[in-house]
């Protein structure tokens, strides 16, 4: 193993500011839609941990928390409370103190799933003659993005329009990279890389059901090294459940766990 693959609490600390960051990004995408309608808000506790407030239970979390943030969990809770969410606290090795867990557990909450996050290198992808198509996205593909990402993450026809309308921004969000995987010209897949401080985010990529078990997520993982490393990036990191096919993409592309997170949310 290397000494990028080793595990480190510095890259851990790396990852998780890109991680956050990315985040915050999106969010401030519907922050700004009229009347903040997705209610965001965000409350910061040190520069490297946050509380982040959404009505989408995704970007409901709590990010960064280590030993010495105990006093801060009731407010945070209580705040949440106050807006009707419910969050998901997140704890990462290396952080996590047991004084943590109890302060969750006093105010009404346990220990419920696991996040697995994975670490490579930007050149463990060794460049191959892809079968499938990917292509980087620009105003002129778009709409193709648009198309394979609804699909992917099969968002309700009556809700696509607006869907469609809260994603179009993020072509010209710093930092980000997008992509479309095509199969016979037709957009099947999508994906985005997010460079931050010589980390890249793979992010939040997705494949039609109607193009699933083809390589997708694969070709979409080692076009986004390449161009992680391409611009400089030393560390790629990404997500997934444990054990799920996105885990097992990750680990055969070269990628390998960097820790598990717990996610603790109200009992």
């Not at 922050?31 to 997705?38: Q, T, V, Y």
């Not at 697995?116 to 198509?133: C, K, Q």
Request: hydrophobic share 40%.
């Amino acid at each position: 193993m290397s000494d990028t693959l080793a595990p480190s609490l510095d890259r851990i600390r790396r990852t998780l500011a890109a991680d956050i960051s990315y985040t915050i990004s999106r969010m401030k995408v519907l922050e700004r839609l009229p009347g903040n309608p997705i209610g965001i808000n965000y409350r910061w506790i040190d520069d490297t941990t946050v509380a982040l407030m959404a009505r989408l239970p995704a970007f409901a979390r709590v990010v960064g928390l280590r030993a010495g943030h105990e006093q801060h969990i009731e407010g945070i809770v209580c705040w949440y409370r106050e807006h009707g969410i419910k969050p998901t606290f997140e704890m990462v090795p290396g952080h996590y103190a047991t004084s943590l867990g109890r302060e969750l557990t006093r105010l009404g909450y346990s220990q419920s799933g696991f996040h697995v996050s994975l670490i490579g290198e930007p050149a463990i992808a060794a460049r191959v003659d892809e079968p499938l198509i990917i292509e980087r996205v620009t105003s002129d593909n778009m709409e193709d993005f648009l198309e394979a990402y609804v699909a992917g993450w099969e968002i309700s026809e009556k809700d696509q329009a607006q869907f469609k309308f809260n994603v179009r921004p993020w072509l010209n969000q710093a930092g980000w990279s997008l992509y479309v995987g095509r199969l016979n010209g037709r957009p099947a897949a999508a994906a985005t890389l997010y460079l931050r401080d010589g980390v890249g985010y793979l992010a939040d990529a997705t494949t039609s059901p109607a193009f699933r078990r083809q390589g997708f997520q694969s070709a979409l993982l080692r076009r986004r090294t390449l161009d992680a490393a391409a611009a400089g990036a030393d560390i790629v990191f990404s997500g997934a459940a444990p054990f799920s096919t996105s885990h097992r993409n990750m680990e055969r592309i070269g990628m390998r766990v960097q820790f598990m997170r717990s996610l603790w949310t109200p009992s």
